[in-house]
């Protein structure tokens, strides 16, 4: 079946723009997550969905960082006010339950802000 | 705070050579550790994880809770094993499945 897509693959903006990236999971899997890939970097935790709720958020940056998941399964990750360093791969990941589960991973975004 | 090291940016070893990645963790509970891999223009994906105790496409890896290590090893490297390789940890008392990553080693296999 399909993985994890997630859309624009690509996306170049001007600081201080709004900015919308889309993650849709595998069907079925309940959990989805959001991590932040800064050059030569490992993946870093931003926010966890458990169905419609964000779970945990102890990773969003500030709160130029939002992210919703209205119906359960596709989910936004929002940047309000993007700035330089706001520039990264953004990797969404979904999985059939939480803890100790296999994580599958999308393409990822990757964000630029000019 | 939990952490985990990966105290290789790069590794490159020649066919045939036996590769062992170095994983650290810092966590005071019971974790869980996991291998994750990134083939070139690929996306990232499971390798392992130690609650399941198996050995993938060669790989192994062993939690070793008194050094607080999870070394990748694997006994012959093959030139299709060359992948940016990262360890992360969950911690045990989690139920969110939330993952921290080290920094990744870039394995390089030479022919």
């Known amino acids: 079946g399909a993985g994890v897509s997630q859309t624009p693959s690509n996306k170049v903006t001007e600081k201080g723009k709004y900015v919308e990236l889309r993650c849709d999971p595998i069907?079925?899997?309940?959990?989805l997550y959001w991590y932040r890939q800064s050059l030569g970097q490992g993946p870093e935790f931003l926010i966890y969905?458990?169905?419609?709720?964000?779970?945990?958020d102890s990773g969003l940056p500030n709160d130029r960082f939002f992210a919703v998941r209205p119906e359960g399964s596709v989910s936004t990750l929002k940047i309000q006010r993007t700035e330089r360093g706001d520039s990264a791969v953004y990797l969404c990941?979904?999985?059939?339950?939480?803890?100790?589960?296999?994580?599958?991973f999308g393409p990822g975004t990757r964000l630029t802000v000019l | 705070a939990q952490r985990v090291t990966q105290p290789e940016k790069l590794l490159s070893v020649f066919k045939g050579a036996p590769v062992e990645l170095k994983c650290n963790y810092s966590y005071s509970g019971s974790p869980e550790l996991f291998w994750y891999v990134q083939y070139s223009r690929q996306r990232l994906q499971l390798l392992l994880r130690?609650?399941s105790r198996e050995s993938i496409k060669g790989f192994t890896a062993d939690l070793n809770k008194g050094e607080t290590s999870f070394h990748l090893k694997k006994p012959f490297a093959q030139e299709e094993d060359s992948a940016m390789y990262y360890c992360a940890l969950e911690r045990g008392s989690s139920n969110t499945g939330k993952l921290i990553f080290g920094q990744g080693t870039t394995l390089q296999v030479k022919p």
């Open positions: 130690h609650i």
């Open positions: 990941a979904s999985s059939s339950g939480s803890s100790g589960r296999k994580q599958f």
């Open positions: 969905f458990q169905g419609t709720g964000a779970a945990d």
């Open positions: 069907s079925g899997h309940t959990a």
